[in-house]
């Protein structure tokens, strides 16, 4: 999956340094074992105890380590992930039913679309998320993480998209038999096609 905004690809980053995190105590892990179980000449049994705690200490250490940096590291970019106030900011409605997504746009009110929503690239884009029915999943992999939608309550998400384009949106949670129908498209425009839009002249 390549990002195209900068929720994915704090996403993506995040990914990597985990799989990163865990190939490390894996390996060292490995290589405690095998100190541990190598076999030892008679005169070195007298130290094998000595020697089985500092294995054990930093078959410890490590792991914890790693561990403790990770989750460190997976708050500060979860924080980022959070909608924040933006001058730029644009708010949009997403609500989900079997099975079909109905977007609605704060800037232009009473119009609505259903399957395709609108957004202007470059600016962060906050998406109301609600079902009026089941739980679904609200997900643009190559935009932002995915976040449910729940009758009776709304969810935001922040979404951004680097470039103008069309971005493939799926409903990320199981919700019965058109599940897999249940498809939409994330159409991120440039100034003028975003200013034709709202102005309904696209």
């Not at 997976?74 to 989900?96: C, F, K, N, Q, Y």
Request: aromatic share 10%.
């Amino acid at each position: 999956m390549h990002p195209a905004g900068p929720a994915a690809q704090h996403i993506a980053t995040l990914w990597w340094v985990m799989l990163a995190g865990a190939v490390a105590i894996f390996v060292f892990t490995m290589l405690l074992l095998a100190l541990a179980f190598r076999k030892r000449r008679d005169e070195e049994r007298a130290e094998q105890g000595r020697e089985g705690l500092w294995l054990a200490g930093l078959g410890l250490a490590f792991p914890l380590t790693v561990l403790g940096a990770l989750l460190v590291y997976g708050l500060v970019i979860g924080e980022r992930l959070m909608p924040r106030d933006h001058p730029d900011r644009v708010t949009v409605s997403a609500e989900a039913r079997q099975w079909e997504w109905r977007f609605g746009y704060a800037d232009r009110p009473g119009h609505a679309t259903t399957g395709l929503l609108h957004i202007p690239a470059g600016q962060p884009v906050d998406v109301e998320i609600t079902s009026v029915d089941v739980i679904h999943g609200f997900w643009v992999p190559r935009l932002a993480g995915k976040l449910d939608a729940i009758p009776g309550h709304v969810n935001i998400l922040r979404i951004e998209a680097w470039e103008p384009g069309d971005y493939a949106g799926v409903s990320g949670e199981f919700s019965g038999a058109g599940y897999r129908e249940h498809r939409f498209t994330v159409r991120a425009h440039d100034a003028a096609g975003w200013t034709a839009f709202l102005e309904g002249t696209e």
